[in-house]
C-alpha cells in the first residue's frame, strides 16, 4: 500500500507569518498533486507536480516535488486568514492508474 | 455552471436501509471516482470508472455497488447501510491525466 504521510496535522498560526507543510512517502510517484480543502466542500487542485526536484509557485505558494519522487513540501509565505483550509496532498504512484493516493492532511489556521 | 454536481448534499438514514448517492459532470471528463472521507479527514479512493467501465474497486464491502448509465454520470447505490458507512462521499472526474474535479460531498448519516 502507497502512504503519504503529512506533517504536521495542524497547524494555528497568526496572520503574516511563514509555514511549511511536508508530504512524505516510501514510494516514487509518478506525480504528485496539493488540494485544498474548505469545510463543506470538495478538495480543488492547486498544483501538480511531476518532474524530481521541480518548484513551482502560486502566488504566495510554493511547491516543491522531492528529487527522488517521494516527498513534497508546501510553502506559504505571508500568510492570510483566506488560506485557512485542509491541505492534501494527493500521488499518483503509477503512470495511468487514475486513482490518487491522498496524504493524512494538514489543517491550517490561520489567526488574524 | 456547476461542474461536478452531487445529489443529497446531506443524507440521514437508518441502519439497515439503502440508499443511493447520484453524480453528475458536465466537464467532458472520461474517468469519474468515488471518494470515501471518513471523520479525521482521510479521503480514500473507493471506484473508478472509465467510459462506462469499472477500472478500479478498492477492497469496498459488495454492499456498495456504483453504477455508470453513462460518461457523464456515476451513481452510487448502498445497501443494509452499517454505523461505519456514516462519512463524506466524493464523486470526482478527470480527464485521461490525473488532475481531478471533486464534487461538493455527500454528507452521509447512518443512525
Known amino acids: 500500500t502507497q502512504l503519504l504521510e503529512q506533517s504536521p496535522q495542524f497547524l494555528s498560526i497568526q496572520e503574516g507569518e511563514n509555514l511549511t507543510v511536508y508530504c512524505n512517502s516510501s514510494s516514487v510517484f509518478s506525480s504528485l498533486q496539493w488540494y485544498r480543502q474548505e469545510p463543506g466542500e470538495g478538495p480543488v487542485l492547486l498544483v501538480t507536480v511531476v518532474t524530481g526536484g521541480e518548484v513551482k509557485k502560486l502566488k504566495r505558494l510554493t511547491f516543491q516535488f522531492g528529487d527522488a519522487r517521494k516527498d513534497s513540501s508546501l510553502h506559504i509565505t505571508a500568510a492570510q486568514p483566506g488560506d485557512t483550509g485542509l491541505y492534501l496532498c494527493a500521488g499518483a504512484w503509477a503512470p495511468g492508474r487514475r486513482a490518487l493516493t491522498f496524504g493524512s492532511g494538514t489543517r491550517l489556521q490561520v489567526q488574524p | 455552471d456547476t461542474a461536478v454536481s452531487q445529489t443529497p448534499k446531506y443524507l440521514v438514514t437508518q441502519m439497515g436501509n439503502d440508499k443511493s448517492i447520484k453524480c453528475e459532470q458536465n466537464l467532458g471528463h472520461d474517468t469519474m471516482y468515488w471518494y470515501k472521507q471518513d471523520s479525521k479527514k482521510f479521503l480514500k479512493i473507493m471506484f473508478s470508472y472509465n467510459n462506462k467501465e469499472l477500472i478500479i474497486n478498492e477492497t469496498v464491502p459488495n454492499r456498495f455497488s456504483p453504477k455508470s448509465p453513462d460518461k457523464a454520470h456515476l451513481n452510487l447505490h448502498i445497501n443494509s447501510l452499517e454505523l461505519g458507512d456514516s462519512a463524506v462521499y466524493f464523486c470526482?472526474?478527470?480527464?485521461?491525466?490525473?488532475?481531478?474535479?471533486f464534487g461538493p460531498g455527500t454528507r452521509l448519516t447512518v443512525l
Open positions: 470526482a472526474s478527470s480527464r485521461r491525466g490525473n488532475e481531478q474535479f
